[in-house]
């Protein structure tokens, strides 16, 4: 069976500090692997994906995750934090169907 | 593209009544998925479909909920009598043919329908 765990439910950070945002999977095979953002009141956008080709991956918006298989970790970062990027962000794991993390709420301070 | 249309977007009734959701998703892509989200409980996939066709129906919480999908451009989801515990965002997101199952799938979703049962 596969799960995926989000570490923190709320991350905060100052404006142009970097942000890490840390999810953990447990998966019987290779996984597949996503990151999902979800601004306030709108629906989920893909951010990135991983598929067992490069382990460190490159999204939108600046965003890239690394998928570290001896830590079963897949957590996303971003050097540099912008106001716009204040969402809830969801790890995904897949598994047939889409298996979604509890999400982690990030804010941006000016 | 439009993209995944759901709609209403809001709605507001009071227990007991019939609610029905709406979906339209992607021209082409022939999986599609309802899920539900609340504070509680966060994302959990309710049902999907495969060329129209229910595949995982055991997130439907009760009898109360139904989905059809009649043909490849219009889901719906019903239910019927609702509840205030019903109360939450319901997305509707939809996927591109033939990679189903190599679990490499990206979901395109929907803006939401945010249902209140009052």
């Known amino acids: 069976a596969q799960s995926v765990t989000q570490l923190d439910s709320h991350v905060s950070v100052s404006e142009g500090t970097p942000v890490l945002l840390r999810c953990n999977y447990s998966?019987?095979?290779?996984?597949?692997l996503f990151w999902y953002v979800q601004h306030p009141n709108k629906g989920l956008q893909l951010l990135l994906k991983?598929?067992?080709?490069?382990?460190l991956v490159k999204g939108i918006n600046g965003f890239e995750a690394e998928f570290k298989k001896s830590e079963t970790s897949f957590h996303l970062t971003k050097p540099s934090a912008h106001m716009s990027d204040a969402a809830e962000y969801f790890c995904?794991?897949?598994?047939?169907?889409?298996?979604f993390g509890q999400g982690t709420e990030l804010s941006v301070k000016p | 593209d439009a993209g995944v249309i759901q709609s209403p977007r809001h709605e507001v009734t009071e227990m007991g009544q019939e609610v029905t959701l709406r979906c339209k998703p992607i021209?082409?892509?022939?999986?599609l998925f309802w899920y539900r989200q609340t504070m509680m409980r966060g994302l959990e996939l309710l049902i999907y479909?495969?060329?129209?066709?229910?595949?995982?129906d055991s997130g439907m919480p009760e009898d109360r909920f139904s989905a059809k999908m009649p043909n490849a451009s219009f889901s719906t989801l019903k239910i019927q009598p609702s509840e205030p515990r019903d109360s939450a965002v319901y997305f509707c997101?939809?996927?591109?043919?033939?990679?189903?199952?190599?679990?490499?799938?990206?979901?395109?979703f929907g803006a939401g329908s945010r249902l209140t049962v009052l």
């Open positions: 991983y598929t067992s080709a490069a382990t």
């Open positions: 021209s082409g892509h022939n999986s």
């Open positions: 995904v794991v897949s598994g047939g169907k889409l298996i």
């Open positions: 998966s019987s095979y290779s996984p597949s």
């Open positions: 997101a939809s996927s591109s043919p033939a990679r189903l199952f190599s679990g490499a799938n990206v979901l395109t």
């Open positions: 479909f495969n060329n129209n066709v229910p595949i995982d």
